[in-house]
């Protein structure tokens, strides 16, 4: 099943040469972030899922530092941020609001977003547009997105954990 799936990932040449990661170059030569060991995968899977519903640009960056610092599987993190994508932007999001509303209790309708722009004449203006844009969002998106992540995180890293056990487990009872 790992050759299947490791078939799919970015490879470290590829990351190291070109994309969003090139400037790591040789920092992206460390063993432990190309390791398939169950303590990195699950690593990898929780700071993947961390980022892949915090609603912020560079979700797939923010998660491959998390697994650099963590020394957690790279590519395993970038690959989870892609759970959330064109296709699945809408449910998951709509789904991150229903579950901020249950948690605060809000039962203001759901409006639309406000688009973000990274076009600002200096980083203040940025980061001025980003916390209107944050706040546009509302207090049951922003606790859901929060809510979904932490959550989804650790179940990520858990499952990952029992999985791998049992997985070892049943192929030590067939030898």
């Known amino acids: 099943m790992w050759r299947?799936?490791?078939k799919y990932l970015p490879k470290r040449d590829s990351l190291q040469q070109e994309g969003v990661f090139h400037?790591?170059?040789e920092h992206l030569h460390h063993p432990e972030l190309w390791q398939f060991y169950r303590h990195n995968v699950a690593k990898?899977?929780?700071f993947g899922l961390l980022t892949a519903f915090i609603p912020l640009p560079g979700q797939t960056l923010v998660a491959a530092l998390l697994a650099y610092i963590a020394r957690a599987n790279l590519p395993i993190a970038i690959v989870m941020t892609w759970i959330s994508n064109?296709?699945?932007?809408?449910?998951i999001n709509y789904g991150i609001y229903k579950v901020g509303q249950w948690l605060t209790g809000d039962a203001t309708p759901y409006h639309p977003l406000s688009e973000f722009y990274w076009q600002g004449a200096s980083l203040s203006e940025t980061g001025l547009h980003l916390w209107q844009w944050l706040n546009s969002l509302g207090k049951p998106f922003l606790v859901g997105s929060m809510a979904v992540s932490v959550v989804?995180?650790?179940a990520g890293y858990f499952l990952v954990q029992i999985v791998?056990?049992?997985v070892?487990?049943?192929r030590s009872t067939q030898h």
């Open 4 to 6: 299947m799936f490791k």
């Open 23 to 25: 400037w790591l170059g």
């Open 44 to 46: 990898g899977v929780a």
């Open 86 to 91: 064109p296709l699945t932007f809408v449910p």
């Open 152 to 154: 989804s995180a650790m």
């Open 164 to 166: 791998w056990q049992l």
């Open 168 to 170: 070892k487990l049943i």
